[in-house]
């Protein structure tokens, strides 16, 4: 019960910590570069400043969220990101709308001595929260209620995502050929008659979670069990649908979970928020615009640099499929050898029909910067699905089971499925971004596309690209 509230209360509590320990670090820093006391007052608005934007960019890398703690090298590349993007953001509120004195000016070293110091122990408290939490995992474990066709491919997607707790599976009836199966992969067979909705361990191990393989009027259970879950999940509210489940511990959604009725049940905020589609679009011209302004003096040499160094044209021009199934050419610096399209459809690991100019605009990103120009046309957004080669998609709609649904958006030129997988080079890689590509048109917001950016830049400063 007390683990069931502090969980809810974590973010106020990180939250908690965060400012009280915000604001002791200046006060230690500014005492002893001044030698006196510190009034808070002087510096009130600019602090709180600060200490929001801050939480806001920490928040937006999942840095409040348990699940999303971890010790490891994305999280603390990502961490630090949101923490310079909430410094550069604070410092542009303070500069136009905060009233400061002169007493604040000269405290100015403080300040920014202040924001690098919590940057680090933030960094570090997380990162110890995350190796904790990583150890406790071993100890725990998550029970799964049903078998149906999909069970065993999504129990063995959990495994290869490397899930860390101990995953039991029990049901009605199930068979010694269907039990080695599931063993195969890590997971073992919990018998049905032992185990009690209400047990909170099994085998000394936490029971942390249980998921519901199907809707519990398709499961085959005995009316006291049921009503046991029923009364558990309203006690402690750790019993999960399969979806959901996965939504919460890898953000997408299972491709084999969606089916002709899932738009309906689910529903799509993309077609609801409307208000925030409206101002994406006017975000997408001005950033646009300004960026082009910005980077002209990059884009035109990466022109000289293309023409020099290869023959044919400076710009690479391939119909895509946007928003509503609707094809227009995309704009891209080219990076191959003319002639590339027709000996393959992928680029692949050290592809050598990438010029040597090219691999350097690729792994820059400098290549996808003519595509702003689409965006300010209308054909594409900044964030979004990956716009996809006409060719492709019609095969793409034949293998995979409701691929059209992710043309319900605008394709992007930066996205959730391209900041949380590599590129695809076959149809199994699409397979596995079209899941990404779902939940950004599930949970689309500014919150969402926020999160995006930060990712972005450590993709672009930390990852590769082709």
């Known amino acids: 019960m007390i683990l069931n509230v502090i969980k809810k209360l974590f973010p106020a509590i990180l939250l908690g910590m965060d400012t009280i320990c915000f604001y002791l670090i200046y006060y230690l820093i500014?005492?002893?570069?001044?030698?006196?006391?510190?009034?808070?007052?002087?510096?009130?608005?600019?602090?709180?400043?600060?200490?929001?934007?801050?939480?806001?960019?920490?928040?937006?890398v999942g840095g409040f969220e348990y699940q999303k703690l971890e010790r490891s090298a994305r999280f603390v590349s990502e961490h630090i990101l949101a923490s310079i993007i909430g410094a550069i953001f604070s410092l542009f509120i303070i500069l136009l709308f905060v009233s400061y004195d002169e007493r604040v000016v000269t405290?100015?070293?403080?300040?920014?001595?202040t924001?690098?110091?919590?940057?680090l122990y933030s960094i570090f408290y997380r990162s110890l929260i995350g190796h904790i939490k990583s150890k406790r995992k071993k100890a725990k474990c998550t029970v799964l209620i049903g078998?149906?066709?999909y069970t065993f491919d999504l129990v063995k997607e959990l495994v290869d995502q490397g899930f860390?707790?101990?995953?039991?599976?029990?049901?009605?009836?199930?068979?010694?050929?269907?039990?080695?199966?599931?063993?195969?992969?890590?997971?073992?067979?919990?018998?049905?008659?032992?185990?009690?909705?209400?047990?909170?361990?099994?085998?000394?191990?936490?029971?942390?979670?249980?998921?519901?393989?199907?809707?519990?009027?398709?499961?085959?259970?005995?009316?006291?069990?049921?009503?046991?879950?029923?009364?558990?999940?309203?006690?402690?509210?750790?019993?999960?649908?399969?979806?959901?489940?996965?939504?919460?511990?890898?953000?997408?959604?299972?491709?084999?979970?969606?089916?002709?009725?899932?738009?309906?049940?689910?529903?799509?905020?993309?077609t609801k928020n409307l208000a925030y589609a409206h101002a994406k679009r006017s975000i997408d011209i001005l950033l646009s615009l300004v960026v082009l302004i910005l980077a002209s003096p990059a884009i035109l040499i990466s022109m000289f640099a293309v023409k020099l160094t290869s023959k044919g044209?400076?710009?690479?021009?391939?119909?895509?499929?946007?928003?509503?199934?609707?094809?227009?050419?995309?704009?891209?610096?080219?990076?191959?050898?003319?002639?590339s399209d027709k000996k393959g459809d992928y680029t692949q690991e050290n592809d050598p029909r990438i010029t040597s100019i090219g691999n350097f605009l690729r792994k820059s990103r400098l290549d996808e910067l003519p595509q702003l120009f689409n965006v300010i046309k209308g054909?594409?957004?900044?964030?979004?699905?990956?716009?996809?080669?006409?060719k492709l998609v019609k095969t793409y709609e034949k293998e995979i089971p409701h691929y059209h649904l992710r043309h319900i958006s605008k394709p992007g030129i930066t996205g959730w499925a391209q900041v949380n997988y590599p590129y695809g080079a076959n149809l199994e890689d699409t397979i596995n971004k079209l899941k990404y590509d779902l939940y950004y048109v599930r949970y689309y917001s500014l919150t969402m596309d926020l999160t995006i950016i930060i990712k972005t830049a450590y993709t672009m400063l930390f990852g590769r690209g082709r």
């Open 30 to 60: 500014t005492t002893l570069r001044t030698g006196s006391s510190v009034n808070f007052f002087d510096a009130d608005q600019i602090l709180f400043t600060m200490v929001a934007c801050n939480a806001i960019a920490v928040y937006l």
């Open 107 to 113: 405290n100015r070293t403080s300040l920014i001595g």
């Open 115 to 119: 924001f690098i110091l919590f940057s």
């Open 147 to 149: 078998i149906n066709e």
């Open 164 to 270: 860390k707790e101990k995953i039991y599976i029990t049901d009605y009836n199930v068979s010694e050929e269907v039990e080695k199966q599931f063993i195969s992969i890590g997971a073992e067979i919990l018998d049905y008659n032992s185990f009690h909705p209400e047990d909170t361990t099994y085998e000394n191990r936490t029971i942390n979670k249980i998921v519901l393989a199907a809707p519990m009027n398709q499961l085959i259970l005995d009316k006291r069990f049921k009503e046991k879950l029923i009364q558990r999940h309203l006690q402690t509210n750790d019993i999960l649908s399969m979806e959901n489940f996965f939504l919460s511990e890898f953000r997408y959604v299972p491709i084999k979970l969606v089916d002709d009725s899932w738009p309906f049940e689910q529903g799509f905020r993309i």
């Open 313 to 339: 044209p400076v710009f690479f021009k391939q119909t895509r499929i946007g928003a509503k199934k609707m094809p227009f050419t995309l704009l891209k610096l080219r990076t191959m050898q003319m002639g």
């Open 379 to 390: 054909d594409m957004s900044l964030i979004g699905p990956r716009a996809e080669w006409d």
